[in-house]
């Protein structure tokens, strides 16, 4: 860290004190001049860089720095006075390093010199936590008067190491109030400590080189899922090593002063993961006087709310957002009652939460269900059934103080005389085209029913229904039409499906519609009757309703003589046989 001549010929450190990173394993930044697109910048510096303009590195952007302090308890910066202050004096936040060298002395020891040596740590909003430098052995393989440094892991197994990683930890906590951030790179943690998972209450301080410019750090060592800051070259654009800070400004100065983590806010944050988790690192304290006697505490990836009727809970990203544009806990949601989960259809996740859940997917984005809408949602397999995820909110004001909600499916609807029913597909198209709820049909009743004959379907609404077949597609019927094609059998009887919608206007104020096997017409004297074949054919030679005919005023009997059938009309009789066919008689 910070030495940066020496890291980039890859030569040897010449001595105690002197210690520089190894290339074994890490590439060298493409550019001197790339920098991720991210965070706030800074560097990090040790003796290796002697004269260090500080206002120029501020007005290139490095809003931080690190300084090494201290190596083994053998070697102290003589130029870590001067750099601290000059980091500071132009107004960065700032911090200091150890370099370990942990087969000299115990972890305590060593945390103990580092302490004495300018390692401390106050709460000022400007003094970075101090950071435990821990990577490969720079003087493995070599003797320095009469102690030998041992193998690039030190000769110490990966027991031993995490061992004394916790001893200095925990005296660091002990002699500052703060554990330690670790600053590491992958490779040799995995190489020398077999990839220890219990360090993720630790700040990770990653190094990673990309061979081209790019705004990954690349893989992470188990102990994290997150990194708060990012050493990403050693050849600038700053003095020393570049890095960057996984956050705003606002955060860095957040992370500086130390804010704690406790209670059961504190015990959810442990279980997803602590700092090394989605979470991060805290960016507030812990703030109450919430709805309902709770509190929160904001981090860095999210937010954890607690109330006593709910126990405390993490919320961040889309599902987040989308819970904070309803109101938080003051909206209809209330607060969370689990944490995010994952692994539903698509890559989805979800949230549940006091009065409903939010459901998120790659290709819909974060959106709430509750009440009726999602009760009538989950009946039809949530996600995973015919609508898939929702893709807006439940949105109301409707006639009769009704709501909806759209999904990639389809819709659910909602009043308080009909409860929740979904539309898809041609009915949903149907339905729409008539004026949905606003229309003649009003609310659905009932969601779509299929198994009807030749593949149909069917969906009850207030003021009628919607019949589907694959060959005819979606049409409504209601009103005494309606009744009548009911009373020959729906779309089992001689007229099948409509064809058509109702279309009025016709003589006397009547109306028709067709079916695949005739038509029914209506008028407020004769009521509704169906004509078809071949005495339809005869009423339609006339005029039919315009006709001397007039309308129907009986459906077509039949069983007369000689198989003969027989339909009354307002002006006449037309009966046929298949002798004869069909023959028109007047009044």
């Given at each position: 860290m910070g030495q940066r001549s020496a890291r980039v010929t890859g030569t040897a450190a010449a001595g105690p004190g002197t210690a520089s990173k190894s290339l074994t394993t890490e590439a060298l930044a493409a550019a001197a001049t790339w920098q991720p697109s991210f965070g706030v910048q800074g560097l990090d510096v040790s003796g290796h860089q002697p004269s260090v303009d500080w206002q120029q590195q501020w007005n290139m952007g490095a809003r931080f720095a690190y300084v090494k302090a201290t190596e083994g308890n053998y070697y102290s910066s003589e130029t870590f006075s001067s750099q601290y202050q000059g980091a500071r004096s132009v107004g960065m936040v700032r911090g200091a390093y150890h370099f370990a060298i942990p087969n000299w002395s115990s972890g305590a020891d060593q945390a103990r010199y580092f302490v004495r040596n300018g390692g401390g740590w106050s709460a000022d909003g400007y003094t970075m936590p101090p950071v435990l430098d821990i990577e490969f052995n720079p003087y493995a393989g070599r003797t320095i008067s009469g102690f030998y440094f041992g193998n690039t892991c030190y000769d110490m197994s990966a027991a031993q190491l995490t061992s004394w990683l916790r001893d200095f930890?925990?005296?660091?906590?002990?002699?500052?109030?703060?554990?330690?951030?670790?600053?590491?790179?992958?490779?040799?943690?995995?190489?020398?400590?077999?990839?220890?998972?219990?360090?993720?209450?630790?700040?990770?301080?990653?190094?990673?080189?990309?061979?081209?410019?790019?705004?990954?750090?690349?893989?992470?060592?188990?102990?994290?899922?997150?990194?708060?800051?990012?050493?990403?070259?050693?050849?600038?654009?700053?003095?020393?090593?570049?890095?960057?800070?996984?956050?705003?400004?606002?955060?860095?100065?957040?992370?500086?002063?130390?804010?704690?983590?406790?209670?059961?806010?504190?015990?959810?944050?442990?279980?997803?993961?602590?700092?090394?988790?989605?979470?991060?690192?805290?960016?507030?304290?812990?703030?109450?006087?919430?709805?309902?006697?709770?509190?929160?505490?904001?981090?860095?990836?999210?937010?954890?709310?607690?109330?006593?009727?709910?126990?405390?809970?993490?919320?961040?990203?889309?599902?987040?957002?989308?819970?904070?544009?309803?109101?938080?806990?003051?909206?209809?949601?209330?607060?969370?009652?689990?944490?995010?989960?994952?692994?539903?259809?698509?890559?989805?996740?979800?949230?549940?939460?006091?009065?409903?859940?939010?459901?998120?997917?790659?290709?819909?984005?974060?959106?709430?269900?509750?009440?009726?809408?999602?009760?009538?949602?989950?009946?039809?397999?949530?996600?995973?059934?015919?609508?898939?995820?929702?893709?807006?909110?439940?949105?109301?004001?409707?006639?009769?103080?009704?709501?909806?909600?759209?999904?990639?499916?389809?819709?659910?609807?909602?009043?308080?005389?009909?409860?929740?029913?979904?539309?898809?597909?041609?009915?949903?198209?149907?339905?729409?085209?008539?004026?949905?709820?606003?229309?003649?049909?009003?609310?659905?009743?009932?969601?779509?029913?299929?198994?009807?004959?030749?593949?149909?379907?069917?969906?009850?609404?207030?003021?009628?229904?919607?019949?589907?077949?694959?060959?005819?597609?979606?049409?409504?019927?209601?009103?005494?039409?309606?009744?009548?094609w009911g009373a020959l059998g729906y779309e089992k009887s001689k007229l099948g499906y409509p064809v058509g919608n109702e279309i009025c206007g016709l003589v006397n104020g009547g109306c028709y519609q067709r079916f695949q096997g005739g038509t029914i017409h209506l008028s407020p004297t004769t009521g509704a009757h169906a004509t078809w074949g071949a005495i339809r054919t005869a009423w339609g030679a006339l005029g039919y309703e315009r006709g001397k005919l007039g309308y129907p005023v009986s459906g077509e009997s039949c069983g007369l003589a000689n198989g003969g059938c027989i339909q009354n009309f307002q002006g006449g009789t037309i009966s046929w046989t298949a002798a004869l066919g069909a023959k028109v008689s007047f009044s």
């Open positions: 930890g925990n005296t660091m906590r002990s002699l500052t109030g703060r554990l330690p951030v670790i600053y590491t790179n992958t490779s040799w943690w995995r190489q020398c400590t077999a990839d220890a998972t219990a360090f993720a209450d630790y700040p990770l301080w990653v190094a990673a080189y990309p061979s081209s410019p790019s705004d990954y750090a690349g893989s992470l060592p188990s102990s994290w899922s997150n990194y708060s800051i990012w050493q990403y070259s050693s050849m600038g654009a700053f003095a020393g090593d570049s890095n960057v800070w996984n956050g705003d400004y606002a955060g860095l100065r957040r992370f500086a002063s130390g804010y704690g983590v406790k209670g059961a806010i504190g015990s959810a944050w442990a279980a997803l993961g602590g700092g090394g988790g989605k979470l991060g690192y805290p960016t507030s304290n812990e703030m109450c006087g919430l709805t309902g006697g709770g509190c929160y505490q904001r981090f860095q990836g999210g937010t954890i709310h607690w109330s006593p009727g709910t126990g405390a809970h993490a919320t961040w990203g889309g599902i987040r957002a989308a819970w904070g544009s309803l109101g938080y806990e003051k909206s209809k949601l209330g607060y969370p009652v689990s944490n995010e989960i994952c692994g539903l259809t698509g890559g989805g996740c979800y949230q549940r939460f006091q009065g409903g859940t939010i459901h998120w997917s790659p290709g819909t984005g974060a959106h709430a269900t509750w009440g009726g809408i999602r009760g009538a949602w989950g009946a039809l397999g949530y996600e995973k059934g015919k609508l898939g995820y929702p893709v807006s909110n439940e949105v109301c004001g409707l006639t009769g103080g009704g709501c909806y909600q759209r999904f990639q499916g389809g819709t659910i609807h909602y009043s308080p005389t009909t409860g929740a029913h979904a539309t898809w597909g041609g009915i949903r198209g149907a339905w729409g085209a008539l004026g949905y709820e606003k229309g003649k049909l009003g609310y659905p009743v009932s969601n779509e029913i299929c198994g009807l004959v030749n593949g149909g379907c069917y969906q009850g609404f207030q003021g009628g229904t919607i019949h589907y077949s694959p060959t005819t597609g979606a049409h409504a019927t209601w009103g005494a039409i309606r009744t009548a």
